[in-house]
């Protein structure tokens, strides 16, 4: 009398689950296809390929009511890998190459590979920026034919390409300028060109009149200009390669 007790208590929680399912799966196919659905029955599913085994599970089969293209739908769930979505709903609608419960299976496994493969060919291409940088910015230039020529043969001289030539040549270090070192906090203060620096002069890294020493001329950016300081020793001409050391 207990074992039957048993087994009939174990078969109500058996029908209980298998209801909420059902009806879980209902939902899923009312949210999807705007349909209401009838279960009609569970037809188990076995795929293989190649010998191997590549979905088994169970497929629930269901009439639908007034849905404009299709008059059934299978639907099953299954869990996933992602903790933010721990389960996933299918439902596939019966179709000309979707008549079964297997036809369905294969056309869910087709489109899963299909996606797949759309993701590996989206990671092709240009690398992510880190997270804060933008591309650049193009930004169209008008050029004469004349102007081409020579920007290609200096941009040839420099073993560089036309673009690479034009922001070297507007943002590289291309400005002539004075400049001095300031020996107390390691500075490079600049000065115009037409304006060279005093033995005691201002340095503008420091905000006052330094002892500056090693007084030259050289080349530095746009950028550098701008703040009067040189982050590294001031090339000797524009097309030589920055020293290794600040001072």
Excluded at 159 to 171: G, H, L, Y
Excluded at 188 to 212: A, M, N, T, V
Aim: hydrophobic share 35%; net charge positive; with cysteine.
């Amino acid at each position: 009398m207990l074992r039957s007790w048993n087994f009939s208590f174990q078969a109500g929680i058996v029908l209980l689950i298998m209801t909420n399912y059902i009806q879980e799966l209902r939902d899923v196919i009312r949210r999807l296809h705007g349909s209401e659905a009838t279960h009609v029955e569970s037809v188990p599913v076995k795929e293989t390929f190649q010998g191997q085994t590549v979905w088994e599970g169970i497929v629930e089969v269901f009439d639908l009511k007034d849905h404009p293209t299709a008059h059934r739908a299978y639907a099953w769930a299954h869990d996933t890998d992602n903790p933010k979505n721990p389960r996933r709903h299918v439902a596939v609608l019966h179709a000309h190459q979707v008549k079964s419960a297997e036809d369905a299976v294969r056309a869910f496994i087709i489109q899963e590979s299909r996606m797949a493969q759309q993701k590996k060919a989206r990671k092709v291409g240009r690398p992510k920026l880190p997270k804060g940088e933008a591309k650049g910015r193009i930004v169209p230039v008008r050029f004469t034919r004349n102007d081409l020529k020579v920007m290609e043969a200096a941009a040839r001289a420099r073993n560089q390409t036309v673009s690479e030539w034009i922001r070297s040549t507007v943002m590289g270090r291309n400005i002539e300028i004075w400049y001095a070192f300031c020996p107390d906090k390691l500075h490079i203060p600049l000065f115009e060109i037409d304006s060279p620096p005093k033995q005691r002069d201002y340095c503008h890294g420091c905000g006052c009149d330094k002892e500056l020493h090693g007084i030259d001329k050289g080349y530095v950016s746009h950028e550098e200009r701008n703040n009067r300081l040189a982050s590294s020793r001031p090339l000797s001409n524009p097309d030589s390669k920055p020293s290794p050391s600040r001072l």
